[in-house]
């Protein structure tokens, strides 16, 4: 793996892959990428309605024509959606080219961070935290996967980005590495 190679940032929704992935990018001088916004941007619509008109599947190949897309440039700081996980295809693309880290962080933190956001879909209901857990349940296993991982419950930002940062350069140093930084 070359400097230039992209740090794409997986994990559950409220782990910090957006605020750490912009800070890594102004450390870096590397370009950052939110999926998220870049498929609202494509698709020209929100999330919202992107999942109520077309559905999840059709948001789900938005996604995954994004990642082949963004899997084929370098010099890139990524920050996935949080269902990116549901296709193996994603991660083994994203890994062909890139540093893969999955930020964890656990339902209370994360409820307490996005839990008052109302443009989270899959967060829609009365009873968030069950939400919350249902889905980290389903997609615990994917999550865990991913070799690399941050857990950010307790980080700051700049904290997490410094981790991420260490990762990184251990793997473009070919030092050897933690493979959870707490």
Known sequence: MTAGSNIVLVGFMGTG????G?????????????????????????????????GEPHFRALE??????????SGLIIATGGGVVLNPDN?????????????????????????HETHRPLLAGDDKMANVR????????????????VDTDTLSVDQAAERVL?????????????????
Request: proline share 5%.
């Open 17 to 20: 892959k957006s605020s750490v």
């Open 22 to 54: 912009r800070r890594l990018a102004a450390m870096l001088g590397m370009r950052f990428v939110d999926m998220d916004d870049a498929i609202e941007q494509r698709a020209g619509k929100p999330i919202p309605r992107i999942f109520a008109e077309d």
């Open 64 to 73: 995954r024509a994004l990642v082949a897309d963004l899997s084929r440039q």
């Open 91 to 115: 991660i083994r693309d994203f890994s062909a080219g890139g540093l893969v880290v999955c930020l964890w962080a656990n339902a209370g933190t994360i409820l307490a961070r996005v839990g």
């Open 134 to 149: 249902g889905l980290m349940d389903a997609r615990r296993k994917l999550y865990e996967a991913i070799p690399l991982r």
């Open 166 to 182: 260490r990762l990184y350069r251990a793997r473009t140093d070919a030092t050897p590495h933690p493979s959870i930084e707490k």
